[in-house]
């Protein structure tokens, strides 16, 4: 079972936007707590929800990125704008965490293959 799907990367000039989309298997068992993290190479949490609404955002992209989701279709968006080179990464949509302060500390239960994000200067 392919739970989490990602998709929307690319390459950008900085100052670009991008979202990334993530499909949640309609197979899957709900999930209370889903987000975003990036690797490169290291792993940052960057962007969470919770079922109730709540957000948390890493500091390096507060006020940049916007994590929504669409119940309805089982989507997890992540809306980039104002990308900087230092934002290129490997993205990758992942659920189950326990809090979204967990999920800024990369403590999820399973994540997707991931989506290549490429911001040159």
């Known amino acids: 079972l392919v739970d989490l799907v990602e998709s929307g990367g690319g390459s950008v000039q900085a100052g670009g936007s991008l979202r990334l989309s993530c499909v949640v298997s309609?197979?899957?068992?709900?999930?209370?707590?889903i987000g975003w993290f990036r690797q490169a190479p290291g792993r940052e949490g960057i962007a969470v929800i919770d079922?109730?609404?709540?957000?948390a955002y890493a500091e390096s992209v507060k006020g940049r990125f916007t994590i929504s989701q669409d119940n309805a279709k089982n989507i997890v968006y992540l809306q980039m704008n104002s990308l900087k080179p230092e934002d290129t990464a490997r993205y990758y949509c992942?659920?189950?965490?326990?809090?979204?302060?967990?999920?800024?500390?990369?403590?999820?239960?399973?994540w997707g293959q991931g989506t290549q994000v490429n911001v040159s200067a």
């Open positions: 309609e197979f899957s068992p709900v999930t209370t707590c």
């Open positions: 992942a659920r189950d965490c326990d809090t979204v302060e967990d999920g800024l500390r990369v403590r999820f239960a399973s």
């Open positions: 079922v109730d609404g709540n957000t």
